[in-house]
């Protein structure tokens, strides 16, 4: 009676429970719309005209972020004959429009869409016309609507920064960031890499700022209201992207390289540091122009560094531009030093400024080869094992990124070009770079390389040029190597595996990926013995006489194979094996 009276008892418990145990609310989801969206082949934009020359004369609201710009552009059509040509210009107010041929005006009409202005002249303009546009307008950079990237966080193009003065010691500075179409937004441009033009420049500034531009200061003139005038003249042609300016209560601190002007601007506190924080920089400049065999090419070489940097640094043709994480005093500099990133955007000098990428798909010859000028820094200055690691580091940084995309270096199907700062472009750009020279061999490749800055210098170009130029050198077919490595996706991963058959060691190199067999070559270290296999197969097997004394095995010694290995010579217990 009493176990029966618990039984009750027990299951009114479990009964009050669920009485009491509230239902879960419902959730309706929307129904997910799945559309795919068709791929759009990226075409180098049609040129219209040619700009020759742009003259620019600028002047700023520094509480209202405005830029007052007067610029005059010579240009001449290309072959076609023009009832219209376009300029990219974002965000302006246009005050006046004129363009004369010869001192003659010619009338115009014109569209605009707050990107792009359209002028119609009122008569034809032909291949041989040398025409001048001239634009008084203000630029707006705060109303720009493009987004930026993981790279480039912003695309204002032109920056005003604390100029209310809220943060007390952040100091009042002007500067501008153009990759990859942001320039626009401050002066009016064919706004495309593969446009080249040179380019002078009057900055007006209170006359107790410092100002910095691309080409030489040529003269200053102080006028009347406390302002100067800074006049700027870069006399070789450039791509619009690579215009800069640095304004600001900079110290400069100058050196010198082979008769040119090397200099450093820094706020007054780290000016004592300048030489330690850009340390290396004249060396750089000798060492590569020695190992290019091309001299560096611009008037004069500067760095400067800036509050509230939207990327990490920029390549600007003779002025290069860094956040404020480069600047630090010697004790900093004790743990973390620049060399990284000033050989890097130094290199970009001779790729990426002397020779430009002709459309963002081909962006590697820019940043793959300046990412390849960082490991020939290191290997230089702090020897093989440096290198070794910069090379490694580089081959994780790209494995890591793949496994959530891996698509070809070089393509033409994206759907915003900001997707090409990637580190496929960068890393992966760089490991193919340093595979091609060691497949037609050291020499071979920096000919092809010294080619290819002569006959492209101050020219765009694409992957094909460098191919072209590497093909002349060596007398080589490398389409199936430019095909594999720069158009193709994806890696080789490969087992890589090792057994003693009598009096010899059979090494075994398999692809395991699920994607179609690549075409490598294989290196590895047997004892001092260095052995490269040729793969194109499935498997690919190779014998070596078995020694007494049982040697390291070592896969990649030399860091030149792209992909990952699965390295199962740990599973040989009569073979000591490299983890």
């Known amino acids: 009676m009493l176990k029966r009276t618990h039984l009750i008892f027990i299951l009114f418990v479990l009964a009050s429970c ?91 009409t014109k569209k605009y869409d707050d990107a792009v202005i359209t002028l119609f002249p009122v008569k034809k303009l032909n291949q041989f016309d040398t025409l001048k546009l001239f634009i008084n307008y203000t630029a707006q950079p705060d109303k720009a609507t493009a987004e930026g990237s993981q790279a480039i966080s912003d695309a204002k193009g032109l920056y005003f920064i604390n100029t209310e003065k809220k943060e007390p010691y952040k100091p009042m500075q002007i500067w501008t960031q153009g990759e990859t179409e942001s320039n626009s937004n401050w002066f009016a441009t064919v ?152 050989a890097h955007e130094l290199f970009h000098q001779w790729f ?30 702090y020897g093989e094992v440096a290198e070794l690691k910069h090379i490694h580091k580089s081959m994780r940084q ?30 992966k750009g760089a490991r193919v770079l340093n595979l091609l020279k060691f497949s037609i061999g050291e020499k071979a490749f920096y000919s092809a390389v010294k080619n290819y800055l002569e006959n492209y210098g101050y020219k765009a170009a694409e992957i094909e040029n460098f191919r072209q130029e590497a093909e002349k050198t060596t007398g080589q077919d490398l389409r199936y190597f430019f095909k594999q490595w720069f158009l193709r996706g994806g890696h080789p991963v490969v087992d890589f595996s090792t057994k003693i058959i009598g009096d010899d060691v059979e090494i075994s190199i398999t692809q395991t990926q699920q994607d179609s067999l690549f075409s490598f070559p294989f290196q590895f270290r047997y004892g001092s013995e260095y052995i490269t296999i040729e793969c194109s197969e499935k498997n690919t097997v190779y014998k070596i006489p078995n020694v007494a004394n049982q040697p390291h095995i070592y896969p990649d010694p030399n860091g030149i194979f792209i992909g990952e290995i699965n390295n199962k010579t740990t599973d040989d217990e009569n073979l000591l094996s490299y983890y």
């Open 352 to 381: 990426g400024d002397l020779v430009t990428c002709e459309s963002w798909s081909h962006l590697t010859l820019n940043e793959g080869f300046a990412t390849f000028g960082e490991q020939l820094w290191f290997g230089y200055k």
């Open 18 to 108: 669920a009485v009491k145990k509230e239902e879960p609310a419902r959730v309706t989801l929307q129904p997910i719309k799945i559309s795919a969206q068709p791929k759009v082949f990226r075409l180098q934009p049609n040129k219209e005209i040619d700009i020759l020359h742009t003259e620019l004369n600028v002047s700023f609201d520094w509480q209202k972020h405005l830029c007052y710009g007067e610029e005059e552009i010579t240009f001449t059509p290309y072959f076609y004959s023009l009832d219209s040509f376009s300029l990219d210009a974002k965000q302006f107010i246009f005050n006046k429009i004129t363009l004369t041929k010869n001192g003659e005006e010619i009338a115009l």
């Open 191 to 342: 706004d495309k890499p593969h446009e080249k033009m040179t380019f002078h420049i009057n900055i007006t500034v209170p006359d107790s700022m410092t100002t910095l531009s691309n080409g030489l200061l040529k003269k200053s003139i102080k006028n009347t209201n406390n302002t100067r005038t800074d006049y700027w003249q870069m006399k070789q042609p450039m791509s619009a992207y690579l215009v800069m300016m640095a304004i600001g209560n900079f110290e400069k601190t100058t050196d010198e390289w082979r008769s040119k002007e090397v200099s450093y601007f820094l706020e007054p506190k780290y000016h004592p540091f300048a030489k330690n924080i850009f340390n290396h920089t004249t060396e750089m400049l000798e060492f590569y122009s020695n190992k290019l065999g091309v001299e560096y090419p611009w008037q004069k070489y500067a760095q400067v560094i800036v509050r509230d940097y939207v990327s990490g640094a920029m390549e600007n043709t003779s002025a290069t531009l860094h956040g404020e994480f480069v600047q630090k005093n010697d004790r900093e500099l004790i743990d973390n030093q620049n060399d990284g990133i000033i």
């Open 398 to 427: 790209y494995l890591s990124y793949s496994q959530r995309d891996d698509d070809p270096i070089v393509r033409f199907y994206y759907a915003d070009k900001e997707e090409m700062f990637n580190r496929i472009t960068y890393q």
